[in-house]
């Protein structure tokens, strides 16, 4: 593909892009900010075109502001004439998204350093954080930052990348078919590694299997472009995937990783219910909770290993990361409520669901927790058709603990649209069934998080002394409850 118009090629704007720092940005409220920080020499602004906005219409500020220059779409802006000695600050392209993008896959190849892309259903962002602190301690790696995934953020984490970095971790994310494999034909990874195949994205992927073919668009690539591939050994799911691709035909290389194989594995649980790994050593905390976390702690040992960094120096370099953005996060109230809260409300779809559920309910409960066990469950989105019996599964596992552990003093708070509908039907079909158990009133549903948090605020529900589970889709917003609770 190719963007030249007004002989500016994709050459020149990497020229320009070099000697401006290599600074870019689809953001023109950051290009003040920027500006002033340097001088008021600004990124390279690109004019992303969406749905419900141009960024053409504000490339004319973002000059004002500092931009070095303005890559724009179809034609220069509303009031900028063409033989202007302004219209020299605008590089006008058919598509300036795709224009973005080739300008990310062409500084990824004149670097030339090693790229390691990850997917998953789940835990990509944890896995991605962990395996950066693990090279780092041997290696300048460039990241990507936050979870800036997809076809905008790939190409802006591969512009951040310098000449002084070793290597890069690329997060990447999608909830169609053909998305990876696009990201892919961009950041052109050597290594590639998927934390699982989950029941995640099921509407827009299609389904089950639908998911498997898209996240394995990744071993798709390493197995053409002789790359290596990252896989737990214990997961079957990744096992056949992987004896598919890279089989008699296939150039790339797969490596199966166990974490004992390094002496490290996941010990007992703190009370507070952060993951423990043991070596030989001795016992060491991390900061996270879960022992679900093992499997990412276990991808990012595999990876420094292959990496050569020493197993003692990544052990401490995991042990000392801590999530935020409430990703499997501890919070324990010493004042006020006393309630210990196990926040991973970032995002949620059944296999994540369910494995926060799983470690959960396994906590062992404490003589002076009042309210026992308290699950606030939000939303699970981007399921369409699976929707409905997805939520029904949770609903149904929920009354199944109850009912047979009574001494778990379960109480359930459901939030959102989907929750609701699931819970009428139900108790729709035990009603049909004749079952009047009086575990059933462990569960009340609320239409969102507000309605919630004003109940929680007025004392009509009080929850103290409690271990408490907030998890559910990051439109659901139930981290507004955290101050409540």
């Keep these: 593909m190719s963007n030249t118009v007004l002989g500016k090629s994709l050459s020149k704007l990497y020229e320009l892009y070099c000697e401006n720092g290599g600074r870019v940005t689809t953001d023109s409220r950051t290009v003040r900010a920027e500006a002033e920080r340097r001088e008021g020499v600004g990124p390279v602004f690109f004019a992303l075109k969406g749905e419900q906005f141009d960024g053409n219409d504000y490339a004319v500020q973002a000059v004002a502001d500092g931009a070095v220059a303005a890559v724009v779409h179809d034609k220069l802006p509303k009031g900028v004439k063409a033989d202007s000695e302004e219209a020299a600050r605008y590089i006008v392209v058919k598509d300036t998204l795709a224009a973005l993008q080739e300008l990310a896959a062409h500084h990824r190849e004149v670097l030339g350093l090693p790229v390691l892309a990850l997917t998953g259903s789940n835990g990509k962002t944890t896995t991605k954080e962990l395996i950066t602190r693990v090279l780092r301690t041997k290696y300048r790696v460039a990241c990507t930052r936050g979870n800036l995934n997809n076809h905008i953020g790939v190409p802006l984490t591969l512009l951040s990348i310098t000449d002084e970095d070793d290597v890069a971790v690329v997060e990447m994310g999608a909830n169609h078919q053909g998305e990876i494999a696009a990201l892919c034909a961009i950041a052109r990874p050597d290594m590639g590694l998927i934390t699982n195949v989950g029941r995640a994205h099921l509407e827009g992927f299609g389904g089950p299997e639908g998911v498997r073919l898209g996240k394995g668009e990744l071993y798709d690539y390493l197995a053409q472009h002789g790359g290596t591939a990252f896989y737990a050994a214990d997961d079957g799911v990744l096992s ?246």
């Design 240 to 485: 056949s995937m992987v004896a598919e691709r890279f089989g008699a035909t296939a150039t790339g290389v797969a490596v199966a990783y166990r974490a004992e194989s390094l002496g490290v594995s996941a010990a007992a649980e703190t009370p507070n219910d952060r993951l423990c790994l043991r070596t030989d050593r001795g016992t060491v905390e991390t900061g996270m909770t879960g022992r679900y976390n093992w499997a990412n702690v276990a991808a990012a040992l595999a990876v420094g290993d292959y990496f050569g960094v020493d197993t003692e120096a990544a052990v401490k370099a995991i042990a000392a990361y801590h999530p935020d953005n409430n990703r499997s996060q501890v919070a324990v109230s010493i004042r006020g409520t006393g309630n210990v809260l196990y926040m991973d409300a970032y995002n949620a779809n059944p296999s994540s669901m369910s494995a926060a559920l799983d470690n959960f309910l396994e906590l062992p409960m404490t003589p002076d927790e009042e309210s026992g066990k308290v699950v606030i469950l939000g939303d699970m989105r981007e399921l369409g058709d699976y929707a409905g019996q997805e939520h029904e599964v949770v609903i149904t596992r929920l009354l199944h603990t109850q009912q047979t552990n009574t001494d778990a003093l379960l109480t359930c708070y459901l939030v959102g649209s989907e929750f609701g509908k699931a819970w009428e039907a139900v108790q729709a079909k035990m009603e049909e069934e004749g079952d009047t158990a009086a575990s059933h009133s462990c569960i009340k549903t609320f239409p969102d998080a507000q309605s919630l948090l004003e109940a929680l605020q007025n004392g009509a529900i009080s929850i103290r002394q409690a271990q408490v589970l907030i998890k559910g889709s990051r439109g659901m917003a139930l981290e507004t409850l955290y101050s409540a609770l």
